[in-house]
């Protein structure tokens, strides 16, 4: 089931710069590549996640709703995620560190574990705002996304 979901979900992994992306848009591959190159060419994008110097995942998708489920997977609770400051509409995209090693192993392998770091909201090609979400907030396991 995870196989054939997963290859009906647009999805790329650029491994030069360790970066996988999963879009819920209605988007092709070059259209989710694109929006993951405007996001990570913002500094404030670059300023959390170039520490990390480990892989990143991106999600794309729109609408606060899917955002909120999407903490709520990752082990946030209910609460914390429906007040995150995101407006109700327009893209997000979810940046998440990876948690489990080795590293080296493929982002989409069903091992691969990530946690949400922050939340870029886009207006366009260009990041609008950056929300950092509290580590704290998550206290479940990091989570595969669901795809």
């Keep these: 089931m995870r196989g054939l979901t997963f290859s009906l979900t647009t ?10 992306a999963v879009s819920f848009l209605s988007v092709n591959e070059g259209e989710l590549r694109q929006l993951v190159k405007s996001a990570e060419g913002a ?37 914390s ?15 998440s560190r990876r948690m489990d090693r080795p590293a080296h192993e493929d982002p989409f392998s069903i091992r691969a574990r990530w946690q949400p770091i922050c939340v870029a909201e886009m207006n366009g090609q260009k990041t609008s705002r950056v929300i950092d979400l509290n580590q704290g907030s998550f206290l479940g396991n990091p989570v595969m996304p669901v795809f």
Excluded: Y
């Design 43 to 79: 500094e404030e994008i670059q300023n959390r996640i170039k520490p990390l110097d480990d892989w990143v995942l991106v999600q794309a998708m729109d609408g606060k709703p899917r955002v909120v489920h999407v903490m709520i997977d990752a082990g946030m609770t209910r609460v």
């Design 11 to 20: 999805h790329l992994s650029l491994s030069d710069q360790r970066v996988a």
């Design 81 to 95: 995620a429906k007040t995150l400051p995101l407006s109700e509409k327009g893209i997000k995209l979810v940046f």
